[in-house]
């Protein structure tokens, strides 16, 4: 089984970006799952167009990518991602569309297909706080994950495909006049191990509550 992780570079003026570090940290074979490693430019369009060059390249079995979402005390596999570009700040390139479509031809959302529940399960037994997300947001890592949903979902191949967001780093942290939460970047390399493992362990998703009232 071949496993393709990516992860964004720094930006909106950080010196880092956690799940990038993170990924750095896996190991390269989890569970008999052999991970793939890309990096990605935080930039609408070339994000995309980076990752499907990687998934026709290397054929995974299942694509894991990974976010920076500052604020988040946990980390949050995403349940959703929803066709709109609506961005707040600009991306790395300066580009900043505000309510456009990801896809003209694209549904309005597509769900992952990665087991996310069997994930935060997963996480939660490593002693790690995390649970399931149902909002991606509408900047650049909602832009990939849809835009990898879209693609899979077009090919003559089994490709299942979803993503996952991270907490600050308590270095990103110190900066900050207003204390927000953070993770280590080894516990957070912790938490993605944990969840490539429950997507080799789980071709389907378990049942449990994952329903939020907010």
Do not use: W
Not at 39 to 60: D, L, Q
Not at 93 to 107: F, K, L
Request: glycine share 6%; net charge negative; proline share 7%.
């Amino acid at each position: 089984m071949k496993i393709l992780v990516t992860a964004f570079d720094p930006f909106d003026g950080e010196s880092i970006n956690p799940a990038l570090e993170a990924v750095k940290l896996m190991r390269d074979r989890i569970s008999g799952a052999e991970i793939i490693k890309l990096e990605i430019p935080t930039v609408f369009g070339r994000s995309i167009e980076k990752t499907v060059e990687a998934i026709r390249k290397e054929h995974p079995d299942a694509v894991l990518c990974v976010g920076q979402a500052g604020g988040r005390s946990e980390v949050t596999p995403e349940r959703v991602a929803i066709n709109v570009d609506d961005a707040r700040i600009p991306d790395n390139e300066g580009n900043q569309p505000i309510d456009t479509p990801i896809y003209e031809d694209g549904a309005p959302a597509y769900f992952s297909t990665l087991p996310v529940k069997a994930m935060v399960e997963a996480i939660r037994l490593e002693g790690l706080p995390s649970s399931l997300s149902n909002s991606a947001g509408t900047f650049v890592c909602n832009h990939i994950m849809y835009g990898v949903l879209y693609t899979v979902s077009r090919m003559d191949k089994n490709i299942r495909a979803g993503f996952i967001h991270v907490p600050f780093t308590p270095e990103q942290v110190s900066k900050r006049a207003t204390p927000a939460p953070s993770m280590s970047t080894i516990d957070i390399a912790r938490a993605l191990e944990a969840a490539v493992r429950a997507v080799v362990e789980n071709e389907k998703d378990i049942t449990s509550v994952g329903g939020k009232t907010d």
